[in-house]
């Protein structure tokens, strides 16, 4: 199906109105419109009577021959244009592709029947010159048309010539066409389209949409109070609308109606209307829409016939449907947290909610909201609104209560958490607690440690709070190495304390210069072993170690053993050298080759030289006892075997 006339010549693609006789008032419907038809590639011949023509069922055509078809490609080296459609773009829509014959004839006849008597139409086609400017080596026969109106006895009533149809760089259809009166009491008309240059290299067309409108007056119409011939209402709108018309001189006694269409249905009149003006109501219940509304007008006698009549351009009131909008809350949620709101259905989206909350967007996320009630209006393409709205409810947290926020322990020691005021717990972190998931667990960290609570309701809400737990070194003491000491000399305890601590002391104190220092010097009368009490500070307890002291008469040393491994006297040893921390000690067999040497520690010998048992017989000692040489001790010894 063509699209009426002013619809195609908004649409058609490189269409121009040009060089045409046209009517300059208003139009009828097209009661003769021969658009060829429409289908796949080719279509049918016309009727012989049509044209002189020869038919052929292919792209392409020669000199005297036309095809009908939906589009042509490459013909003749590309010299034509290549056309995808007919001139409203309507690709299964057939036009007429002639190439002229070698002398000028007419390549389209046609009889018109049922126009009205003493009317004025306009008569309008569609041609286009196929042939490409620099085909022909630019010099192409350019087509020159002749259009007639004749009565069917042949005398003509009106004609009208093209002139030549230049050749354009692309594709470019152009209208043509002539206005003509017709005589009283004649309906029956024959239509000739004659080309008036000869064939050859050129001369080739394309023809489409043959029309024939009634032509009249002026009619123009309005919407009272409203600018432009669109008025776009939005569902469940009301008013009541005044539509005026106005008909130009032309009609000596004209009469008018209206009619509506709705949804581009056919026209229907409207009756009992014969004013310029037409009240259009528009209630709440009025179905969304396009109502379009038009002027109709003919001379008098003349306005039931729909060939004799003229319309307006319509006037349109579309009526647009609501955006169909939903609201999804994704509450409750706790007091505090984030909640996020979604609509969807429109294109905007502007919020409202409690102490002046906005927001834009379809999907909004907000911090901490305050309950009630939150609004959104959603807006559609058309500019249509609704306003939806949610509750928003939060669920309440719980309120924990700790009895103690800060607690102070010794290390080692342990004391219990108390929390309250939740339904279940989670203490951060669990290392050092006995359970990190009730109310009062028991902590015995070992360090200082800052545990974050975190309690939960049945709503699954939450509250935190911190307990610190301070954890306090304990003082240990160390009383230092065993002592050795000759009789009749002094030497010093090595006492140590590591942490804090608020007093320590030695006892006993017998034989001590002083029982509050860590290295007091010990007169030792005989073997004692002496403590060393360290008081930590915080209360952490105190903490005990000792120290024994040997004390030797004189030096005894053995000038005999017996390494044979029978546990009985198998090595050489002096216990009273560990009086003597500097001493050194030197074993030389009876060639003077050094054997045996302490180096300060008082290991005793087990007769061996580098793992190898030396011989029996004699060895030499040398003991230097404290670094000095009149401190030195000598003598032999005898290993036995």
Not at 132 to 149: D, R, V
Not at 226 to 235: E, S
Not at 254 to 259: A, I, K, V
Request: aromatic content about 12%; proline content about 6%.
């Amino acid at each position: 199906m063509r699209l009426p006339l002013f619809f195609s010549v908004l649409f058609s693609f490189f269409c121009l109105v040009s060089r045409a006789q046209l009517c300059n008032g208003s139009l009828g419907d097209p009661i003769i419109n021969i658009n060829f038809g429409s289908g796949t590639n080719p279509g049918p011949a016309l009727a012989a009577a049509a044209t002189g023509y020869q038919y052929l069922a292919a792209d392409c055509p020669n000199d005297g021959y036309y095809t009908v078809i939906t589009n042509t490609q490459n013909c003749f080296g590309s010299s034509w244009h290549t056309l995808n459609s007919d001139h409203t773009q309507n690709g299964n829509g057939y036009f007429m592709l002639v190439n002229a014959s070698l002398q000028p004839s007419a390549f389209y006849v046609d009889t018109v029947r049922g126009l009205c008597g003493n009317s004025l139409y306009e008569f309008a086609a569609w041609v286009m010159n196929v042939l490409k400017p620099n085909s022909c080596n630019g010099a192409g026969i350019e087509p020159n048309l002749t259009f007639t109106i004749e009565s069917l006895s042949g005398n003509i009533l009106q004609s009208y010539s093209s002139g030549n149809i230049p050749g354009t760089n692309n594709p470019q259809w152009n209208q043509y066409g002539f206005f003509f009166s017709t005589p009283a009491g004649v309906h029956d008309y024959v239509l000739r389209i004659v080309n008036n240059a000869p064939g050859g290299c050129g001369n080739d067309i394309a023809l489409d949409d043959i029309t024939f409108r009634s032509c009249g007056p002026k009619l123009q119409t309005s919407i009272n109070g409203f600018p432009g011939d669109t008025l776009n209402l939005c569902a469940g709108d009301t008013g009541h609308f005044m539509i005026s018309g106005t008909v130009g001189p032309g009609y000596n006694m004209p009469e008018f109606h209206w009619q509506s269409s709705y949804n581009q249905q056919a026209w229907q009149d409207v009756p009992g209307n014969a004013t310029l003006q037409l009240p259009v109501p528009i209630v709440s219940n009025t179905l969304a829409g396009s109502y379009r509304y038009r002027l109709v007008a003919a001379e008098m006698g003349n306005i039931n016939a729909p060939g004799c009549r003229i319309y307006s351009s319509p006037i349109e009131i579309i009526i647009h449907e609501n955006p169909n909008a939903s609201i999804t809350n994704y509450g409750p949620v706790c007091a505090g947290s984030n909640l996020s709101l979604q609509a969807t259905g429109g294109i905007q989206y502007s919020w409202a909610g409690p102490n002046g909350f906005t927001a834009q967007g379809d999907f909004i996320v907000i911090h901490a909201p305050l309950p009630g009630n939150y609004t959104v209006t959603v807006s559609n393409e058309a500019g249509c609104r609704v306003l939806m709205q949610t509750h928003v409810s939060l669920l309440p947290l719980p309120h924990l209560q700790i009895t103690n926020n800060a607690y102070r322990i010794c290390e080692m020691d342990s004391v219990k958490l108390q929390v309250a005021g939740a339904s279940r717990y989670k203490w951060v972190p669990a290392f050092g607690l006995s359970n990190d998931s009730i109310a009062a667990p028991f902590a015995s960290p070992q360090q200082t440690t800052m545990y974050h609570i975190i309690g939960f309701n049945s709503q699954g809400c939450s509250d935190t709070a911190t307990i610190s737990v301070t954890v306090f070194a304990k003082a240990t003491a160390d009383a230092g190495p065993d002592k050795a000491v000759m009789k009749g000399a002094y030497i010093n305890l090595e006492g140590s304390i590591n942490g804090e601590y608020v007093d320590f002391y030695w006892t006993p104190s017998t034989g001590l210069s002083n029982i509050r220092s860590l290295t007091p010097s010990v007169y030792a009368m005989n073997d004692i072993t002496y403590q060393l009490i360290v008081i930590s500070k915080n209360n952490c307890g105190s903490s005990i170690d000792t120290v024994a002291v040997k004390l030797y008469n004189d030096i005894y040393i053995p000038n005999v053993f017996t390494p044979d491994n029978n546990g009985i006297n198998d090595t050489w040893n002096i216990p009273a050298l560990n009086a003597f921390p500097q001493f050194e000690l030197w074993v030389y067999n009876r060639y003077g080759q050094l054997v045996y040497q302490s180096g300060r520690q008082n290991i005793p010998w087990d007769g061996n030289y580098k793992n190898t048992p030396m011989p029996a017989g004699t060895y030499t000692y040398i003991i230097q006892l404290n670094n000095k040489t009149n401190d030195i001790l000598k003598g032999t010894l005898l290993l036995l075997r």
